[in-house]
């Protein structure tokens, strides 16, 4: 009997109780909350985000829009959106038209040459490698995940 007790008091130590390091779960109701929150945080371009965490190489966040974004290109960073409402027009591809560096290893301009449109709609997924110009046009309002990877 002493050497079950010891047995499952060791297994208790060893393995301890609680969430492993590291990880998140962001359960709907919770990203539906946010997105409530976000519409009323727009800033001058309509956009409002909400940082949801850095981990090692990828971050992720909740992005709201109401109105178009601009031509990004992340040099070392991978993009991947996760439609969670509304709907918009991802233009990828093709070149930034007036280029500009904004932040180290990102490029923006007013709009995209020569890339193709892709609708989204909620329930969507997408995978943006680094290097790919990429815009979102929004003719009302989207809400996304975002997950950002670096290279």
Not at 24 to 48: D, E, H
Not at 51 to 79: I, P, V
Not at 109 to 131: Q, T, Y
């Amino acid at each position: 009997m002493k050497a079950l007790v010891f047995c499952v008091l060791l297994a208790a130590a060893a393995f301890p109780a609680g969430e492993p390091a590291g990880f998140k779960l962001w359960k709907a109701s919770q990203l539906q909350a946010m997105q409530k929150q976000l519409a009323s945080k727009m800033n001058a371009s309509k956009v409002a985000t909400e940082s949801l965490g850095a981990y090692g190489n990828h971050t992720f966040m909740l992005a709201h829009r109401q109105g178009n974004g601009e031509a990004e290109l992340h040099e070392r960073q991978n993009d991947i959106f996760v439609i969670e409402s509304g709907a918009a027009n991802l233009v990828v591809g093709g070149i930034v038209v007036n280029p500009k560096t904004t932040a180290p290893g990102e490029i923006r301009g007013p709009s995209i040459k020569g890339g193709e449109n892709k609708p989204l709609l909620a329930g969507d997924i997408v995978h943006i490698p680094a290097g790919v110009p990429h815009q979102m046009l929004v003719p009302s309002q989207v809400t996304y995940f975002v997950v950002k990877i670096a290279k």
